[in-house]
Each structure stands twice: as C-alpha cells, then as structure tokens.
C-alpha cells in the first residue's frame, strides 16, 4: 500500500460518511487513523446498512465501507478523564478531524484556539453542513439535505421526474474529499512553516464548488439550467439512449464525432440537414434528432453499438447495474476492489482510492475496527497501567 503519509497520525472524530470518508483516504495513503467514538455507541454508520446482523454487531455495512485501516478508542469526551486522555492524543497527533455541529468542539474545551497552543503543529479539520459560521451554521446538516439546498435536486431528472436525489450520498462524499484534499495541502504547508492550520469544510460550498459548468451558466451567461436527465446541455447528441436490449450512453460532444457517427448508422442525411448540421441547431432540435437516433440504435444490442463505436473513437459506454460496474475487467484488472480479513477470519471487500501511484497504490491496511479495539493499546501506549484502564472502563469513561 501507499505510504505518502507514513508517520502521520490522524484522530478521527467524525461520524457516519463526509469525516469518516474523508479520514479513510488519509488511511489509505498511509497514515495512522485513530477513531475517536463514544463508549458503547460508536459511530452511527456501525448501526446503517442492508445487513441486520451486522448492523446488530455494530459493524454495518455503512460502517465497513470507509472505516478499514483505522484503529479504533472510545472515549467520553465530556468526563474530565476523558478529556485528559484525549488531549493527550491531541498531543501526540499531526491531524484532527471532526463533524461536529458548529460550536460543540467549542463547548466540549477542545476549539482550534485551545488545541493549537498544547499543538501548533495540529492541522485541525472542521467538517459541517455550512460551515462555521453563517446564518446556518448551526444546523444539523444531511445529505439529502444539502442536495436541495445546493440546487444539485433541481437539475437532476427531467421535466417530468425532476427534482430527484442523487442516488448516492454525493454531497457528503464531496466534502469528505474536498477534506481529504484541504488537510494532505495543509500537511504540505506545514513542512515549510511548521505551523498546523484550520480547515473549516462546508459541504453546501464543497457541493456547489463542483458545479461549476452548472453555476457559470447563470452567473455568468444569466442562463438559468434546466433539468435535462439523461441528456448532456452543451452538445447532442449526448446522453442515454434506447436500443434493442438497454440503455447506451453516448457522447457524440464534437463535430467530428458527430459525423463519424452519422455515418457508422447511415444517416448521412443529417450532414446535410440544416437542423442537425452544427452544434447549436442540434440542441435546438435535440428531440427530433434523438427520436432518429434511437431508431437507428434498435437494430443491435448496446453491448454491439458500444464496441463498433469506441473502435470508431465515438465515447460510449453502456448503462450498467452496480454488480455489473464492479465485475467488469477494468475494475478487476486495476485492482481497485480489496479484499480484508479479520482476526477470525471474517471476509470482506472494499473499494480503495481512484488513483494510483508508482510508489505503492492507496488501500486499507486492515479490517475495519471494532467498537474500542484498539483502546487498550494506545493507552498503554499513553503511559496508563493495566489498573488504570480497568478503573477506566468500570467509569464508563472508555
């Protein structure tokens, strides 16, 4: 594996998916994550996913998804002894990373201004629905949320379906990547200065950050966008389409591919048609040329036109169910799926980083944590007896 932040040690605070997301690729590039959770509770995400039993056992599949390579401590921050157990971590850390509302870090004694001075070195990353400050900071912030809140609902679907939800948590993923990003910057900056710094990670900007081609078009062209589902707005034909068997995606986006098309199906008509001819009169008749598309598409299966058209440098690709996208060959090849085992021999398989690198490719170095498996050990790494954490543990304080 990948050991880009070999020696850095990270205590993750965080909680179900942008901070835990987040921390797991730092995990995955090498550095020490330490899981900071509540005694007896733990992260929520131990509780979510579509196996009960696991659910039952406080490791979900939620939970396994982005919790491999990490160690895990439950702590009750809230008791003093607690708290002095954890500022000795913080001592000790290069990195903290919580998804706290706005204000509890603060209320608990750990703010960025009281941990810099015990650590000025602590790259410390705060990670919220919107941000620290603001009118609604203080709010409790999800993903689904977000999603309406950023307008990311609002161009997804179409005129009939719309606004959907993404089918996935991608705002909550969003801002655990443009965490991910901020601190590995922040690690840099801290070899020059040798100071730590504030991350304050907005999930609602992280989202909109990554719209870009969406946002321009009002701020700067003042065109409002609309919801065009399976449809690209800057070219046609692009998008999803019918043939005899499923859905195949095409991105015909420049002229040239355009007419390499219009040829491979026999339609060298639409060259010479002035509705289909250049770029702009083809969005302006996008429907009428998709309809024409689509017949010329049921003669063959998409798996066939999917083929014939990339050996024609024509990007297609089919649509594809989840099982299917991972047991493709380019998945399997590029090893991107892991398999982790436990100490029982308990089996399962995650997904690293998308990215490789010559030096060693990221990816988890161990099963996901149970629930305080590691708290012995880095207490005693801490300097406390076996006496002392069994006093611990009878206050509830681990």
Request: hydrophobic residues 40%.
């Amino acid at each position: 594996m990948s050991d880009v932040l070999s020696g850095i040690r990270v205590l993750d605070l965080t909680n179900v998916l942008a901070g835990p997301y987040a921390c797991y690729l730092l995990a995955q590039l090498g550095a020490e994550v330490i899981k900071i959770e509540r005694p007896q509770v733990g992260d929520l995400a131990r509780q979510l996913g579509a196996d009960v039993k696991r659910n039952e056992e406080q490791m979900g599949t939620s939970f396994l998804a982005q919790n491999a390579g990490k160690k895990s401590i439950t702590l009750d921050l809230k008791h003093p002894k607690g708290k002095e157990i954890f500022l000795q971590l913080v001592a000790s850390a290069d990195v903290l990373v919580e998804n706290f509302r706005a204000g509890v870090m603060d209320r608990l004694g750990f703010s960025h201004d009281t941990l810099k001075t015990l650590n000025p070195k602590l790259v410390y990353c705060s990670i919220s629905g919107f941000g620290q400050d603001g009118p609604m900071a203080k709010l409790q912030a999800y993903d689904q949320i977000v999603q309406g809140l950023s307008g990311v609902m609002a161009v997804t679907g179409d005129q009939d379906s719309g606004p959907l939800r993404v089918g996935y948590p991608i705002c909550d993923t969003i801002g655990g990547l443009n965490a991910a990003f901020a601190i590995s910057s922040a690690l840099v900056k801290r070899n020059q200065s040798g100071q730590g710094d504030y991350i304050d990670v907005s999930m609602l900007e992280s989202t909109l950050g990554t719209m870009g081609w969406v946002v321009s078009n009002w701020l700067i062209a003042g065109v409002e966008p609309s919801r065009l589902g399976n449809q690209n707005m800057t070219a046609v034909p692009s998008g999803a389409f019918r043939t005899q068997t499923s859905l195949l995606n095409i991105a015909a986006n420049q002229q040239t591919q355009f007419e390499r098309l219009a040829k491979l199906l026999n339609r060298e008509c639409w060259l010479e048609d002035p509705r289909f001819k250049t770029r702009e009169s083809r969005k302006q008749h996008r429907t009428l040329l998709n309809t024409e598309l689509e017949e010329a598409l049921s003669t063959h299966s998409a798996e066939h036109w999917a083929k014939i058209l990339n050996q024609h440098d024509i990007p297609a690709g089919v649509v594809q169910d989840i099982p299917t996208a991972l047991a493709q060959p380019q998945i399997q090849e590029r090893q991107f799926i892991k398999t982790l085992k436990d100490d029982q021999g308990n089996e399962i398989k995650v997904v690293r980083a998308g990215f490789r690198l010559n030096s060693g490719d990221p990816a988890p170095s161990c099963y996901p944590p149970l629930l305080g498996e590691h708290t012995t050990r880095l207490l005693t790494e801490l300097g406390y007896s076996p006496e002392a954490i069994k006093e611990l543990t009878q206050l509830a304080i681990i």
